[in-house]
T-cell receptor, first 114, second 112 residues
């Protein structure tokens, strides 16, 4: 089955700096890669996702890159703000238009200090 | 607004009890999931279901079973609760394999 590894486990950044979280996956057939943010005491929520036919996707200060050959994908947060402090999870899935089974990484605790 | 609702926020059960965790979604989603969340281990998949037709084991199914008799309801069953099953349990659902998974609020289960 799919195995997703996520690094680093914790990340401290100064406000305004960039943060990068990296994930690797094992199943070359995985084709969908979402990222979730979980604030303290709350449920995980999707922040950005990418399909395997795309190399990069941006949404304001957040971007995700995918390298299918190397089987890794990364989340980039620019101009970090205190409200970016949370746990971030990557996931990989061998999805179809009907179903998909999401395997998550272990999470990265991001702390943005003012 | 999608709603995924778990029946209990906090639950305390005794070792050996049979425990039912219920999850209901109101958006006709085909896919439903049960995850276990432990510090440093992330979200580990226990079971996955596609409609009422298919149930598939995840990474850590031992000691758990599931039921999905109706499309909107997915239950996780701990056959004989043990202390190592003390954890946060999260239910989620998605419409297709390429769409957002919506999570419930979680059930903090303590087995004593």
């Amino acid at each position: 089955g799919e195995n997703v590894e996520q690094h680093p486990s914790t990340l401290s950044v100064q406000e305004g700096d960039s943060a990068v979280i990296k994930c690797t996956y094992s199943d070359s057939a995985s084709n969908y890669f979402p990222w979730y943010k979980q604030e303290l005491g709350k449920r995980p929520q999707l922040i950005i996702d990418i399909r395997s036919n795309v190399g990069e996707k941006k949404d304001q200060r957040i971007a995700v890159t995918l390298n299918k050959t190397a089987k890794h994908f990364s989340l980039h947060i620019t101009e970090t703000q205190p409200e970016d402090s949370a746990v971030y999870f990557c996931a990989a899935s061998r999805s179809t238009d009907s179903w998909g089974k999401f395997q998550f990484g272990a999470g990265t605790q991001v702390v943005v200090t003012p | 607004d999608v709603k995924v609702t778990q029946s209990s926020r906090y639950l305390v059960k005794r070792t050996g009890e049979k425990v039912f965790l219920e999850c209901v979604q109101d958006m006709d989603h085909e896919n439903m999931f049960w995850y276990r969340q432990d510090p440093g281990l992330g979200l580990r998949l226990i079971y996955f279901s596609y409609d009422v037709k298919m149930k598939e084991k995840g990474d850590i199914p031992e000691g758990y079973s599931v039921s999905r008799e109706k499309k909107e309801r997915f239950s996780l069953i701990l056959e004989s609760a043990s202390t190592n099953q003390t954890s946060m349990y999260l239910c989620a659902s998605s419409f297709t394999g390429f769409m957002e998974a919506f999570f419930g609020q979680g059930t903090r289960l303590t087995v004593v």
